[in-house]
T-cell receptor, first 114, second 116 residues
């Protein structure tokens, strides 16, 4: 049962335009959400996060939006740059057995075309 | 500050063998998690250790096991390897106590395991 879903395996965007990466979840107990970026041959690196008490968090070119009623979050990158080309994973965290447990999505490969 | 170090980077094993992977977390981080990454499956959570105790476990068979030492270094063991165990195994460390505050994890570069 995939509790965190990234339905678009890949996305291509022109340099300078907006990239929108989407993520859906099914577990209403998730209370913290994160986005990671992964380049080939490297481990994922943290990008931005949002708590379930907020609906938006911004950090430079990156903004994450959370719609709790729709169980949906999205990552906006504006403007997109060629260096943003990577695989993006969304992740969600919930308490399970007294401990926070993180569940990752399957990833979306973003290609920013110069 | 040194990052998360995983050794070895690449490994080729034969079906039926066992393998041990190592992870050294960032200094001061007490929480270590392990993930398996395969194409199309994303990052599948294996287990998390904090203060030498397993705190969380994913849905993997008992052939997958791990441990954490007093210096927070962690090892992951897979016994009786199967072809389907071929994957990138990622270790992540965090300064957080998994019972409390949410925070991001810091990943190593991973160990690429190929089972033939």
């Amino acid at each position: 049962d995939q509790q965190v879903k990234q339905n678009s395996p890949s996305l291509s965007v022109q340099e300078g335009r907006i990239s929108i990466l989407n993520c859906d979840y099914t577990n209403s107990m998730f209370d913290y959400f994160l986005w990671y970026k992964k380049y080939p041959a490297e481990g994922p690196t943290f990008l931005i996060s949002i708590s379930s008490i907020k609906d938006k968090n911004e950090d430079g070119r990156f903004t994450v939006f959370l719609n709790k009623s729709a169980k949906h979050l999205s990552l906006h990158i504006v403007p997109s740059q060629p260096g943003d080309s990577a695989v993006y994973f969304c992740a969600a965290s919930a308490y399970s057995g007294g401990y926070q447990k993180v569940t990752f999505g399957t990833g979306t490969k973003l290609q920013v075309i110069p | 500050k040194a990052g998360v170090t995983q050794t070895p980077r690449y490994l080729i094993k034969t079906r039926g063998q066992q393998v041990t992977l190592s992870c050294s977390p960032i200094s001061g981080h007490r929480s270590v998690s392990w993930y398996q990454q395969t194409p199309g499956q994303g990052l599948q959570f294996l287990f998390e250790y904090f203060s030498e105790t397993q705190r969380n476990k994913g849905n993997f068979p008992g052939r997958f096991s791990g441990r954490q030492f007093s210096n927070s270094r962690s090892e992951m063991n897979v016994s009786t390897l199967e072809l389907g165990d071929s994957a990138l195994y990622l270790c992540a460390s965090s300064p957080r106590d998994p019972r409390k505050v949410n925070t991001e994890a810091f990943f190593g570069q991973g160990t690429r395991l190929t089972v033939v």
